[in-house]
């Protein structure tokens, strides 16, 4: 009698860590497969409408030409067209505000190229003080950077002090930057795959 009972007490207990393991697995499973999910959601790309996806692919190839040699005129010719595009391009917040950064870097590179159309010594340096000082506005560290090169001279325009292609590659890389942050936040799993190579 008693060894029936023990073998009923151990028959329960059986089944009772089994369907509690069987729980435990499951929600093991569960929470697996959320957390699989928070790490695709993480690395696949957000959907990037056309006139988005058109304004990365022409900012891209503006810092390929700039890296390379471009003309002036071509260079504003090509911010010229990109303005329309950015201007109506919509999708991600953030990225859109990275893509409006680096276009409107350019814009300034661009006015500030443009001031060499200015006859006049004193009308070319008037044209590009202004031209910085909305350089300098969203661009503090280009700012310190360039007083700090004419602080010991006595300059009546600042732009006077500084080298017009230093300048320019200065703003130059901060549009390479906000352009490089808009493609890798467009596709972050290239930025991974990248990642995953440079560790190997």
């Given at each position: 009698m008693q060894f029936k009972k023990l073998a009923l007490i151990f028959m329960t207990v059986t089944l009772l860590v089994g369907c509690v393991l069987s729980l435990l697995s499951v929600r093991s499973e569960n929470t697996n497969a959320k957390r699989s999910a928070k790490i695709a959601n993480k690395t696949s790309p957000p959907v990037i409408p056309p006139p988005l996806e058109t304004a990365l692919e022409e900012l891209r190839v503006i810092k390929i030409k700039i890296e390379g040699d471009i003309h002036p005129k071509?260079?504003?010719?090509?911010?010229?067209?990109?303005?329309?595009?950015?201007?109506?391009?919509?999708?991600?917040?953030?990225?859109l505000a990275t893509v409006k950064s680096a276009l409107a870097g350019h814009q300034l590179a661009v006015q500030f190229w443009e001031c060499d159309r200015v006859f006049g010594y004193d009308e070319l340096f008037q044209c590009r003080d202004q031209v910085l000082q909305a350089v300098f506005q969203k661009y503090p560290d280009i700012a310190a950077q360039a007083k700090a090169a004419v602080a010991s001279e006595n300059l009546t325009y600042m732009s006077a002090g500084l080298d017009e292609n230093s300048v320019l590659e200065a703003i130059w890389e901060k549009t390479g930057t906000d352009t490089e942050t808009a493609l890798q936040m467009s596709n972050p799993t290239s930025l991974t795959a990248e990642n995953q190579r440079q560790n190997e």
């Open positions: 071509e260079y504003g010719e090509d911010i010229h067209d990109l303005t329309p595009i950015v201007e109506n391009a919509y999708g991600d917040a953030e990225i």
